[in-house]
């Protein structure tokens, strides 16, 4: 089975998902994250300013994020390396990702492709007020990878809003589950949760 999860940047995804993956094994519950997917820098497209836009479809490369789908789907092991996103100071790793009963599909794109929303059993927003996002975004890109302030709210005004308006609203209609994470996921995470015990059960 295939978990949909995605969310506008400092919904808080990664926390959700940490949190998620903690109540399971390995064999139960494995993720695949469109995020180790994204091209060289050599490779981005860059805006009007010279920025390099992460925000779009064409920086992912998706030819190979659904190869490795398929292969998980057909009980294969899938081997990548993690993306740094140009953080000099934070070594790249290894990813395994072994057979599981369930995986969670986790990135931006993953509703806009269509073949990625083909395969999904359950589609999953996490969802938060724009200030909290901005807050979480400003921690999380200074901390882990090395952008300072202005370039982190650049990037939050020109590709990150329009990217959520553009690549995740249109099919807000469609999903099967939205979490709210204002002040707390925990209640979302035990409906989640749920909701993959009764299938590990089948």
């Not at 790249?92 to 599909?105: D, E, G, H, R, W």
């Amino acid at each position: 089975m295939f978990i949909g999860i995605c969310g506008g940047s400092g919904a808080g995804k990664t926390a959700f998902i940490e949190n998620l993956r903690k109540r399971f094994s390995e064999e139960e519950l494995g993720l695949i994250s469109e995020d180790n997917y994204y091209k060289p820098s050599q490779f981005q497209l860059v805006d009007e300013q010279g920025v390099i836009n992460f925000d779009i479809p064409e920086a992912i490369d998706h030819e190979s994020f659904i190869k490795d789908l398929y292969k998980l789907q057909a009980g294969e092991p899938v081997i990548h390396k993690e993306y740094t996103f140009n953080n000099d100071l934070q070594l790249s790793k290894t990813i395994l990702i072994n057979p599981a009963q369930v995986y969670i599909i986790e990135g931006l794109f993953i509703l806009h492709h269509e073949d990625t929303r083909s395969l999904l059993d359950l589609s999953v927003l996490i969802h938060a007020k724009d200030n909290l996002k901005i807050i979480r975004r400003i921690n999380r890109d200074k901390t882990e990878r090395n952008y300072p302030l202005e370039d982190v709210l650049y990037r939050y005004e020109h590709h990150v809003a329009p990217a959520y308006d553009k690549y995740i609203d249109p099919y807000i209609d469609e999903l099967d589950l939205i979490i709210n994470n204002n002040k707390s996921f925990d209640r979302g995470v035990d409906v989640l949760t749920a909701f993959i015990r009764e299938h590990l059960k089948k």
